[in-house]
Each structure stands twice: as C-alpha cells, then as structure tokens.
C-alpha cells in the first residue's frame, strides 16, 4: 500500500520559516515527479513546487525565492523549505508523486497558518 505522510505544518509568524516533509512507504519516490500543492478553503488547489531527482525543480511565481523544494533518496523524503512567509501562504499543504496517470499519489494534507 502506497502512502506519502506529510509533516511540518504549524502556525508562523509572517516572516517565518517552515520545513514541510513528505514521507513515502510502498514506493520508491526517486522515479516521480514530485510535487507540493496548496489548498485553502472555497478555491482550487494550485501548485508551489515541482522536484525530481534528476535535478530539476518549479515553482509557482508566488514563492520564488522564497521556498525550496528537495528530495532525500536515502531517506525516500521530499522537503519543502518555506522562508519568508506570508498570511497568504495560508493553506492546506498537499504531497504528491506522479509518475503516470494509475500511479499518481496524495498525501492527507498538513495545516500551514502563517498570523501574527
């Protein structure tokens, strides 16, 4: 059974730094491109970062410079970084390895709230 556990979430202060882990069991993630998505209530989810192990790595232009997005292949684990945070990075964050479209996987979410 494949499962992605995020952690990290938590209440910041604007200005504040976060580190989002997404944890794999039941597969090997370093084939995947791996993502992290946002969702905050009544809106779509959209997308933060992209990653592969090859090197490669996007981001939505709202956290350029801001975040950074990273893999562990010895620990199967995907980082995403978050400094500089702002209220409007308020959101549900989500974990997500594709690799086609019958082996696309979710995690459950984590809670970001970034209030002074």
């Known amino acids: 059974q494949v499962q992605l556990v995020e952690s990290g979430g938590g209440l910041v202060q604007p200005g504040g730094s976060l580190r989002l882990s997404c944890a794999a069991s039941g597969i090997r993630l370093s084939p995947y491109t791996m993502g992290w998505y946002r969702q905050v209530p009544g809106k779509q989810r959209e997308l933060v970062a992209l990653?592969?192990?090859?090197?490669?790595?996007h981001y939505a232009d709202s956290v350029k410079g801001r975040f950074t997005i990273s893999g562990d292949n010895a620990w199967n684990t995907v980082y995403l970084q978050m400094n500089s945070l702002k209220p409007e990075d308020t959101a549900v964050y989500y974990c997500?390895?594709?690799?086609?479209?019958?082996?696309?996987?979710w995690g459950q979410g984590t809670q970001v709230t970034v209030s002074s």
């Open positions: 997500n390895a594709r690799l086609a479209s019958s082996l696309d996987y």
């Open positions: 990653f592969t192990y090859s090197g490669w790595s």
